[in-house]
């Protein structure tokens, strides 16, 4: 059986003031049936250009897809017309973005935000669409679901939007759900909370989860595969298990070090990673990492490496010329 | 008006200190309908080159404790005393020397810079209000001197806040907070909105500034990895309250008040293997309005472990063991 989504060689750009920036500068993975894949990465990783851009929702201009294929339960998403595509997203597709007050409509009510998508997509009628919404409710743990859904989203707390959220993703039976940063502007408590229930439902409903977070705890508790981004490309990608003990690409290795642990004694210093992320307009043809790399050779500033296969593990891919020397010296981190 | 250092004083102590915000409706007659405790009696002091955690979710109150201190808000009771003074008592001209001693870092580096300010002019403005270098050839070494403390280049002067990277311009924000020399520094969720590289590379440079000058920090955040990593103690607050207040390694090691576990447990740690292992109930409902906050202990309607009195008695902060402070009745 086909994986459920394939992102092949995708690319998107942006025009700006400053010159071209390529975002998201062709990314490939797969995600199969019912998995959770994590995307990792910093502020300007392309993560979420990524993630947009599967789903097609990078405004034009400044932004244009300039290459690639999503193939999706059999179509190429890239070749479907706007209607068609449409229906993709909040059908088979549903989506949960990091602001719940931004994604809301807040002049509507959260009955009728989750009525409308059943409307749409299901051609359910106004009763059934009524019982679904708050047996959805129900489904996502939110009390007293007939009030609720008379209620406006400035109504509700920052957790409870987002769990309004997550019943509109889930609304029409998705086969995958695309999370960007869904808990990122949530309490910690509440964090756990939403992603205890996005993890709980995922996994009794058999849809898929693409999640996007800068958080390494959040993939660690939740991810089967990982695959981390850098300056628009994929770095490494592999199985969760294999990331966190056995990493290597130069800029995971710096990643799981700088993080201060609860799990582990405190230490005298963190181990940040030198220097800054690099300007996008001004990326030449060498890998993006180099200048803050501790591996780093003259080779490094030739060419762009791409993913290739790193012996131990079925599945993991890094893009560094020099991952298979780095494994014994990345053995301090697991 | 510094007390001699042979007495060791605690640089700040803050006493009962309640902050409450009126809630107003109506347009043309405003009358206050209700009260927001933002800070509703807290108690705690810090002592010379200590480092202070207060860690807490959003709306428990810990940046309006930040502002109070900063005089940025007045307290509506309570006192705040500072190297043996009471803040609340200056004069104006006593209340600027003061401002000079204590400093703030704040979280997001993108609006707390002015964005039509040179970097230079950003960093060399407190010294020119507070009047301290009048030569400005003076003022401008005294900046770059600064630049490179935080580990900038020099010539950043020259440029303005967008050509800068977030890490670089949390850097300007230290530099700026460095400007005065102060002596105590309230750093309010300083790292909180960096890149996770990046954010290590500020932690260092705050240890390293206050190894350097002997600084004291107030270091509000709601990352607790990184305070644990930052601080000597810390005070979880939760509604306008300090629930638990001990030494950094007991409270992480040996935490007592059921909301300090739960926060504990909220956070997931980069290990896939542990968090397999881990069992993980998060915390029940959210946390209430402070405008109506719970009867008794404002913990108990989300508390795993309370009892019938919890609903109607507030628990005093005390001490269980030597340094660790907890306010529930259920820990013994």
Request: hydrophobic share 40%; net charge negative; proline share 6%.
């Given at each position: 059986?086909?994986?459920?989504?394939?992102?092949?060689?995708?690319?998107?750009?942006?025009?700006?003031?400053?010159?071209?920036?390529?975002?998201?500068?062709?990314?490939?993975?797969?995600?199969?049936?019912?998995?959770?894949?994590?995307?990792?990465?910093?502020?300007?990783?392309?993560?979420?250009?990524?993630?947009?851009?599967?789903?097609?929702?990078?405004?034009?201009?400044?932004?244009?897809?300039?290459?690639?294929?999503?193939?999706?339960?059999?179509?190429?998403?890239?070749?479907?017309?706007?209607?068609?595509?449409?229906?993709?997203?909040?059908?088979?597709?549903?989506?949960?973005?990091?602001?719940?007050?931004?994604?809301?409509?807040?002049v509507l009510t959260i009955g009728r935000q989750i009525t409308e998508t059943l409307e749409q997509h299901r051609r359910a009628d106004r009763a059934a669409a009524h019982r679904r919404a708050?047996?959805?409710?129900?489904?996502?743990?939110?009390?007293?679901?007939?009030?609720r859904l008379k209620q406006y989203p400035h109504q509700l707390s920052?957790?409870?939007?987002?769990?309004?959220?997550?019943?509109?993703?889930?609304?029409?039976?998705?086969?995958?759900?695309?999370a960007d940063e869904p808990t990122t502007a949530l309490d910690v408590t509440i964090q756990a909370q939403i992603l205890e229930l996005m993890n709980g439902l995922t996994r009794r409903l058999n849809v898929a989860l693409v999640i996007i977070t800068h958080n390494l705890g959040v993939v660690a508790r939740y991810a089967k595969r990982v695959n981390v981004m850098y300056a628009g490309r994929i770095v490494e990608s592999g199985p969760a298990g294999a990331i966190y003990h056995d990493p290597r690409h130069p800029y995971t290795i710096a990643l799981l070090r700088s993080v201060p642990r609860l799990d582990r004694p405190r230490r005298a210093r963190l181990d940040p990673v030198d220097g800054q992320p690099?300007?996008?307009?001004?990326?030449?043809?060498?890998?993006?990492?180099?200048?803050?790399?501790?591996f780093a050779v003259d080779a490094c500033a030739q060419t762009r490496p791409p993913l290739a296969p790193v012996s131990g593990t079925v599945g993991h891919l890094s893009a560094c010329l020099r991952s298979h020397e780095i494994a014994a010296a990345s053995g301090a981190v697991a | 008006m510094r007390a001699p250092a042979s007495v060791a004083p605690a640089l700040l102590?803050?006493?009962?200190?309640?902050k409450h915000f009126p809630v107003t409706?109506?347009?043309?007659?405003?009358?206050?309908?209700?009260?927001?405790?933002?800070?509703?009696?807290?108690?705690?002091?810090l002592r010379r080159g200590e480092t202070l955690g207060l860690v807490g979710e959003s709306g428990c109150g810990k940046t309006t404790t930040g502002r109070c201190i900063l005089l940025l808000e007045r307290p509506t009771a309570g006192e705040i005393v500072y190297d043996g003074v009471d803040l609340a008592t200056l004069k104006h001209k006593e209340l600027l020397a003061m401002r000079r001693r204590i400093q703030v870092i704040f979280q997001d580096p993108y609006s707390s810079l002015n964005p039509r300010m040179k970097v230079g002019d950003i960093i060399a403005e407190p010294i020119k209000v507070h009047a301290i270098e009048r030569d400005a050839a003076r003022r401008g070494a005294r900046v770059r001197e600064l630049l490179a403390t935080c580990g900038l280049d020099p010539n950043f002067a020259d440029r303005y806040p967008h050509e800068m990277s977030g890490g670089q311009r949390q850097r300007v924000g230290i530099a700026r907070a460095l400007a005065l020399d102060p002596e105590f520094i309230i750093c309010d969720e300083a790292v909180s909105a960096l890149d996770v590289s990046i954010q290590a590379q500020i932690v260092n440079l705050l240890?390293?500034?206050?190894?350097?000058?002997?600084?004291?920090?107030?270091?509000?955040?709601?990352?607790?990895?990184?305070?644990?990593?930052?601080?000597?103690?810390?005070?979880?607050?939760?509604?306008?309250?300090?629930?638990?207040?001990?030494?950094?390694?007991?409270?992480?090691?040996?935490?007592?008040?059921?909301?300090?576990?739960?926060?504990?447990?909220?956070?997931?740690?980069?290990?896939?293997?542990?968090?397999?292992g881990r069992s993980f109930r998060p915390v029940k409902g959210e946390v209430p309005s402070p405008i109506n906050p719970p009867p008794g202990c404002v913990f108990h309607p989300r508390c795993p472990i309370a009892v019938d009195t919890c609903s109607r008695m507030r628990p005093e902060l005390r001490e269980v063991r030597p340094g660790h402070w907890v306010a529930c009745s259920e820990v013994h």
């Open positions: 059986m086909p994986p459920l989504l394939t992102v092949e060689d995708l690319h998107t750009e942006f025009r700006t003031g400053a010159g071209i920036v390529r975002a998201v500068d062709g990314i490939s993975y797969a995600v199969e049936q019912g998995e959770t894949v994590a995307i990792v990465g910093e502020s300007g990783s392309g993560k979420s250009v990524g993630a947009l851009s599967i789903l097609r929702l990078i405004p034009d201009p400044p932004g244009r897809i300039t290459r690639g294929a999503v193939r999706f339960l059999g179509r190429d998403l890239m070749q479907l017309s706007d209607e068609q595509m449409r229906e993709v997203r909040g059908g088979d597709i549903g989506m949960v973005f990091q602001e719940p007050m931004t994604s809301l409509n807040p708050v047996e959805l409710l129900g489904l996502v743990g939110i009390a007293d679901p007939l009030r920052g957790g409870m939007r987002q769990r309004v959220m997550i019943a509109i993703a889930l609304a029409c039976d998705p086969k995958l759900i695309i690099p300007d996008l307009t001004r990326l030449d043809q060498g890998c993006a990492f180099r200048a803050r790399c501790r | 102590e803050v006493k009962g200190l309640r409706e109506g347009i043309l007659a405003r009358r206050t309908v209700g009260e927001v405790k933002a800070v509703d009696g807290i108690d705690f002091t240890e390293h500034l206050r190894e350097r000058f002997g600084l004291t920090y107030l270091f509000i955040a709601h990352d607790l990895s990184v305070v644990r990593h930052l601080c000597q103690r810390v005070a979880v607050m939760y509604l306008g309250r300090i629930v638990e207040l001990a030494d950094c390694d007991e409270l992480f090691d040996n935490p007592l008040h059921p909301y300090t576990r739960a926060l504990l447990d909220a956070v997931p740690v980069p290990d896939p293997t542990i968090e397999a």
